[in-house]
């Protein structure tokens, strides 16, 4: 079964560049969901949409934008990054008319490491 | 608010014991329940959620979860452990009211299986 796709699996950036995650959910999924989650740390949530829209907002800092394009696809920008941005980043999806009974699937992450 | 919390860092049993990882719970609303696991530098996978219905819910691998609203809890059991399921585990909550549709996660529980 076709799970969600996030890319690049490996990301290393220096302090101050920019970095853009994608992240493909799966086909039907209408939600997208962003996590950060630090070394030993829970999943955090940044930020969601739904349709193309925002739907919810977590802990983004403002120099994170986030976006879902027509296909679904959504696109995590990150600028002026810091050290401590290093961070496993997730994307789930999930399909928004069984919310909240469906659970979300996760991608494998992009793990960003600022250095 | 949502929250979940899970009081213990680890959980270390032998194989073929029986494994508890503990959550409770605290929502406003209905509570809507799910156990991830994660193995090291991967994704967040789905094992089982309580939605309504039967306390006692089975999921994948063998895993269970027993639903106790008096005690707000959600332990995750499985009746005899493997090595293989030495992990990291996460109990989360979304709730149906106000739409809080993202995951609320607790802090992890690392799983240790010796042979």
């Known amino acids: 079964a076709a799970g969600v796709i996030q890319s690049p699996r490996h990301l290393i950036k220096e302090k101050r560049e920019t970095a853009t995650l994608k992240c493909y959910p799966i086909p039907r999924h209408d939600t997208v969901y962003w996590y950060q989650q630090g070394p030993g740390q829970d999943p955090q949530f940044l930020i969601s949409?739904?349709?193309?829209?925002?739907?919810d907002k977590g802990s983004i800092p403002d120099r994170f934008s986030a976006q879902q394009f027509s296909d679904y696809h959504s696109e995590l920008n990150m600028s002026s990054l810091e050290l401590g941005d290093s961070a496993l980043y997730f994307c789930?999806?999930?399909?928004?008319?069984?919310?909240?009974?469906?659970?979300?699937?996760f991608g494998n992450g992009t793990r960003l490491t600022v250095t | 608010a949502q929250s979940v919390a899970q009081p213990e860092d680890q959980v270390n049993v032998a194989e073929g014991n029986p494994l508890t990882v503990k959550c409770t719970y605290s929502v406003s609303g209905n509570p809507y329940l799910f156990w991830y696991v994660q193995y090291p530098n991967r994704g967040l996978q789905f094992l089982l959620k309580y939605i309504t219905g039967d306390n006692l819910v089975k999921g994948s691998y063998g895993f269970e979860a027993e639903f106790n609203k008096s005690q707000t809890s959600f332990h995750l059991k499985k009746p005899s452990a493997l090595v293989s399921d030495s992990a990291l585990y996460f109990c989360?909550?979304?709730?149906?009211?106000?739409?809080?549709?993202?995951?609320?996660f607790g802090a992890g529980t690392t799983v240790t299986v010796r042979a």
């Open positions: 949409f739904y349709e193309k829209m925002q739907s």
């Open positions: 989360a909550v979304r709730v149906s009211f106000p739409n809080d549709y993202k995951l609320s």
């Open positions: 789930a999806s999930s399909l928004t008319t069984l919310t909240p009974r469906s659970p979300l699937h």
